[in-house]
DNA sequence: ATTAGTGCAAACTATTTGCAATAAG
DNA sequence: CTTATTGCAAATAGTTTGCACTAAT
């Protein structure tokens, strides 16, 4: 239902507030795309998409905003693909599958295991784990 | 001792061949700094050390051959920095740690845990996982 | 002989930056 | 009213490609 959607957009207006961040139109845009379009997307994608809609909108503000949602925990910046950055709106942590025939992400819910608090001395903050293989779909195909 | 790293450059000598690649001797000349300067290097790292000692070195064959070498398993393709693929030039499986404050690298041994052959349906070929922090370095200074 | 690799420069793609106009607080 | 953002175009950086020449098998 709609409110549940906005109800998300708000908790993420909440925390540019919180940052002092200042809420324009085209993030207030990006926003309920992130939130309506669960998924995977390069700044492409994503500016391609939004285009249609808000035909003024430029590439720029995409990069400079997802990765501004990026440093706020909003979206997740993964590191999969050979060539470029995808975004994955699903801000809670987890991990990742690339198929390798047909280069679609499945997410992973990671491991029980916790986060190591410490590795070797370097103190961890964070950590990502890439699976790579054939998928499901690929597979039975 | 020399002939450590000389047997070691002789197995990758071996994998070209099996594979019925051309040894060149650029080729001998980059698997011989692989093997005795083990470490994590971007394409651009490996072509200025090289450039001088052989100075018609040309990039692109650097780039060339690292990505062969990784498709033959003689080097390790990471994505941990943001705009640019690592060659570790240690080529058994193991994570990393990356440190956010100086940005080097360092090696992890892979948790004991083995690589799950199938997760959620999918087959699952390969995993890595990166980890980012403060290094011990950093931290003490 | 034949096939593949090298080095060079140019091309390409993802991402970033400079800047004038505009919107947010 | 002051500061930050937008959209555009141009710039940048990493990587790939086309091609003539050369080396490996």
Redesign the interface.
């Known amino acids: 239902m709609q409110s549940v959607i906005e109800s998300k957009v708000q908790e993420n207006v909440k925390v540019l507030r919180e940052h002092h961040i200042p809420l324009t139109t085209t993030r207030l845009v990006l926003l309920r795309f992130l939130v309506t379009n669960r998924g995977h997307y390069s700044a492409e994608d994503i500016y391609q998409i939004l285009k249609e809609e808000y035909p003024s909108l430029s590439i720029a503000t995409v990069y400079n905003n997802m990765s501004l949602f990026a440093k706020l925990g909003i979206v997740q910046e993964l ?2 693909e ?1 060539d470029k ?1 995808i975004y994955d709106t699903y801000p809670e942590p987890h991990d990742h ?1 690339l ?2 025939k047909c280069g679609r992400i ?1 997410d ?1 819910e990671t ?1 029980t ?1 916790s986060l ?1 608090k410490e ?18 779909d690929c ?1 039975e195909s």
Chains 1, 2 share one sequence.
């Open positions: 590191r999969i050979r950055v599958f198929c390798l499945y992973i491991a295991r190591p590795l070797d001395g370097h103190v961890v903050h964070s950590a990502h784990t890439y699976y790579f293989g054939i998928c499901k597979r």
